[in-house]
């Protein structure tokens, strides 16, 4: 099966990369001749879950495929790439907020050299909106002076300057992918992971065309259970005081997805580095060996803290994108609107909103919803952005 197979519902960007790595295949041939099709640096955006990184690590297998770069799928170029083990292709995750600056120097060093295996060097950075300046400097320079066989995958939301810097954005080409359709989506869990089709198709609705998230929604009861107690907040507002307990329990909700998924890493790293120090060393230099190992945990600890609170706000972006399309369904049943709800559970429930509320203060409460999100986008301490929030909600 194609790499590209678990791009969904993205056509157009599989023929683009499709072009560019049979184009990169003829240049490994040492053919010249019109291959315009293929560049050194490339951006993926598109909304959350849309698979920007899916589509950079494929394009990465295709690069070092052994068939002609069709990205078969099935030699070993294209399997160890897209698994991730591959000598050639580096991914970049950052583990906190922002991707450092130190971080970024390493990487460009080690994509300096030539491909050990002849073909490319393919360097993935995932969230490249989390670059700090610094980091987005040491990328550019590289960026415009590209080793010859080395090639650059940026995975960004969009192209705002927000987002990405304008010049790195300009020395790239775009391959902007879409929101996927639900029903593509729903094709792709009943195809590829064995989800009933029934439970496929409302969970492609429910994750309102986030790809990890339907599938997530389909395979976990938590995630469920998760989303059914956001949806339950809209009418539990019935007064000031439900409102702070809503907002408490939302954000509560949210630092314990967050701790339970990160749980099994924090503890193992701590473990691996322990080890790696050799814990309870004595005679001469312990004491020195003693002190680094100590720093070196410090050092450990304020990474994991740092990915904590950044699984923390996905977790609690997650719940408000949810409740905003709750919002959402009110009002397309309140406008008759000639489209689906998202939330097919609780149309009992966003349709007898859709009578209660007028449009008008409908439209009010969902743009508090994404007043909230920006707010803590805006690092607006969550606690108080999303206590303004449920206030507005109940107020209307
Ligand atoms: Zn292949």
Redesign the pocket.
Known sequence: MSVFAELVGQAEAVATLSRAAAAAARIVAGDTAGNGAMTHAWIFTGPPGSGRSVAARSFAAALQ???DG??????H??RTALGGTHADVRFVVPEGLSISVSEMRALVLRAASAPSGGRWQAVVIEDADRLTEAAGNALLKAIEEPPPRTVFLLCTPSTHPDDISVTIRSRCRVVALRQPPADAVAEVLVRRDGVAPDLAAWAAAAAQGHVGRAKRLANDPDARARREAVLTVPRRLTGVGACFDAASALIEAAEAEAAAASADTVTSERAALEQALGAGGTGRGAAGAMRGAAGQLKELEKRQKSRLTRAQRDALDRALVDLAAFYRDVLVTSLRAPVGVVHTDTATQSSAAAEKWTPESTLRRLEAVLACREAIDQNVKPKIAVEAMMLSLWRG
């Open positions: 495929c052994e068939r069709t990205g078969c799928g099935e030699c170029g294209c």
